[in-house]
């Protein structure tokens, strides 16, 4: 598979002076929101959707980046959406999804689609409860689903998510294929799932299959022909195959975006042949995460501290990992630029820094590699009081912040034809005890 160079819109990977965002000026963000400060850039958000056009269905993998505004701005591009959880659910019917397809066929000859789709390898109790009452459809990653919702939705269609027996992604942690993971239902496994499954009286309709977040797409590639081999397996009764997620996004100089109109034919090709096999036409579906939102979304932080530890420089912001986890989880790159104080400051004058946060923990460093070893990285000369960009931070940023230290969760906000709008609040003192008792 080979790549090509990044459609327009994709945000500067140097170390740059940074003083707006989508219109909307970093300095008024900071002082009307304060900081740390999550801010989405909705136009961004379009774009990636409608790189997909191609695609039958867009699945947004809502966990990448839940806040209900976003979720709606997906809605509005006519991106449907999965959840792995009843807070996700909650989340899209909020966001003013159905919670299951119209009856019938739609016009386009295809299947009906799920609106929303609860995919996940166990149903804990409130899970089945809400996908019984509700009549959502689920993508099972283990067997023992299918006895769990036949009790309850007798006749349901449900969808595999099927282990090929490999996976990648850009770290150990977001693998999702192979015996190294949890996830789905193992290939060798499928006559006898199929078997349990006629047995409860369940229609197999999708298959599904994600091997990883962040491979590239050579490596996501090979999910197709496994997909392929099994959807013949299970026969007739499918009407939708998925593609999973997984997609990359480029987040260091020098990488690029992946060819996606090439990974469509290929895909587009699998699911030619098995309509040609089945006699009737197949959804095929893609369930981005990361590609939907990653490049859409900032983290403003201010520069509370400069301090010098031996030979080495850190600056000191009031973001930490409890604001963006990716650094501390996986060893994670982001790009930052600096919003200097002083509108006259250049970045004429760079240096190399280490970026850490406010939390009593040595490992909460922004400027990380896998292990955890302190890196450094060039930036235009910072002074407390300037503001730092920490980029490409709208996919499993805001969603992976905690209260770790007791710190609010901070604050979320869509910049939208240069208007911004807040999105959620900051959390108060109050919200961080609220539900505890003496
Ligand atoms: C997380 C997840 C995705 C999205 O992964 P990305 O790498 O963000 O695209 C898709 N499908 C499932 C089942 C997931 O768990």
């Not at 799920?114 to 109790?125: E, G, L, M, N, S």
């Not at 192979?178 to 298959?207: C, F, M, N, Q, Y």
């Not at 962040?214 to 007739?236: M, S, T």
């Not at 710190?407 to 003192?429: F, M």
């Amino acid at each position: 598979m080979t790549t090509t160079a990044s459609p327009p819109g994709q945000p500067g990977l140097q170390p740059v002076i940074r003083t707006s965002i989508a219109g909307a000026s970093v300095a008024d963000l900071a002082r009307t929101h304060g900081t740390p400060l999550y801010v989405y850039d909705a136009e961004m958000i379009r774009r990636r959707c409608r790189d997909l056009a191609a695609w039958d269905t867009v699945r947004f993998a809502q966990k990448a980046c839940s806040n209900l505004a976003v979720l709606a701005l997906m809605r509005g591009e006519g991106v449907m959406v999965d959840a792995v959880s009843t807070g996700e659910i909650h989340r899209a019917l909020a966001a003013g999804y159905a919670p299951h397809a119209a009856p019938g066929v739609g016009g386009d000859g295809l299947p009906p689609v799920h609106p929303i789709v609860y995919t996940a390898d166990i149903f804990d109790r409130e899970s089945l409860d809400a996908v019984a009452k509700l009549g959502i459809h689920v993508n099972c990653g283990s067997a023992d689903m299918i006895e769990q919702l036949a009790e309850r939705v007798p006749g349901a269609g449900i969808t595999l998510r099927v282990n090929p027996g490999f996976g990648h992604g850009h770290s150990q942690k977001t693998n999702t294929g192979g015996e190294g993971s949890k996830h789905g239902i193992w290939h060798e496994e499928i006559p006898d799932v199929l078997r349990r499954a006629e047995w409860a009286g369940l229609a197999v309709t999708g298959l599904h299959m994600h091997i990883g977040s962040g491979a590239d797409l050579a490596h996501l590639a090979e999910v197709a022909g496994a997909l392929e081999r099994v959807a013949l397996e299970i026969g007739r009764s499918l009407t939708t195959i998925s593609a999973g997620g997984g997609l990359p996004v480029p987040y260091k100089p020098g990488e690029v975006h992946a060819d996606l109109s090439g990974y469509f034919t290929l895909w587009d090709a699998v699911r030619k042949r098995l309509e040609e096999r089945f006699g009737h036409r197949l959804r095929l579906e893609i369930e981005p995460g990361r590609y939907l939102t990653a490049e859409s979304g900032f983290v403003i932080t201010e520069v509370r501290a400069v301090k010098k530890q031996g030979g080495r420089k850190y600056l000191l912001v009031d973001a930490g990992f409890n604001t963006l986890a990716r650094p501390v989880l996986y060893g994670s790159y982001h790009p930052m630029s600096l919003c200097p104080a002083d509108p006259r400051a250049t970045a004429a004058a760079t240096e190399d820094v280490a970026v850490g946060g406010p939390l009593c923990e040595s490992g909460d460093i922004f400027t990380q590699t896998d292990g955890g070893f302190v890196a450094t990285r060039a930036l235009p000369t910072a002074a407390v009081g300037d503001l730092l960009v920490i980029e490409i931070a709208g996919a499993y940023g805001f969603v992976m912040a905690s209260n770790y230290n007791s710190k609010p969760l901070p604050a979320e906000v869509l910049v939208d034809g240069g208007v911004a709008r807040l999105v959620r609040r900051r959390q108060t003192p109050e919200d961080l005890v609220r539900g505890e008792t003496v």
